[in-house]
């Protein structure tokens, strides 16, 4: 069992900038894809990055060179670098977790991934 804990969402205006943090708990995180995604209400939830246990990454084309994901193997954490912030990024960012996601087409299907955490608010404003 994986329990995944986010922290650094919040409310910042359109251009800035946030840094998520995704903490997990057991001692595989080196051996696990690692995901966040997006769900903005009244939408469906979306993967926003992804991160292979290979260290291959995914980003949605709406983010693009302004997010970043990345991996701390020695902190068990993923972040999820976000700058340039717009309006149309405002949602609940969830981290997720699953041991046998390798490729970007099956980490793009939400029901796929095995470990969710509770989700942080991020707003930004116009």
């Known amino acids: 069992q994986v329990q995944l804990v986010e922290s650094g969402g919040g409310l910042v205006q359109a251009g800035g900038s946030l840094r998520l943090s995704c903490a997990a708990s057991?001692?595989?995180?080196?051996?696990?894809?690692m995901g966040w995604f997006r769900q903005a209400p009244g939408k469906e939830r979306e993967l926003v990055a992804a991160?292979?246990?290979?260290?291959?990454?995914y980003y949605a084309d709406s983010v693009k060179g302004r997010f970043t994901i990345s991996s701390d193997n020695a902190r068990s954490t993923v972040y999820l670098q976000m700058n340039n912030l717009k309006p149309e990024a405002t949602a609940n960012y969830y981290c997720?977790?699953?041991?046998?996601?390798?490729?970007?087409?099956?980490?793009?299907?939400?029901?796929?991934?095995?470990?969710w955490g509770q989700g942080t608010q991020v707003t930004v404003s116009s």
């Open positions: 997720a977790a699953d041991p046998a996601l390798y490729s970007t087409q099956a980490m793009r299907v939400v029901n796929l991934w095995r470990f």
């Open positions: 057991g001692r595989t995180f080196s051996t696990y894809a």
């Open positions: 991160i292979s246990s290979g260290a291959s990454t």
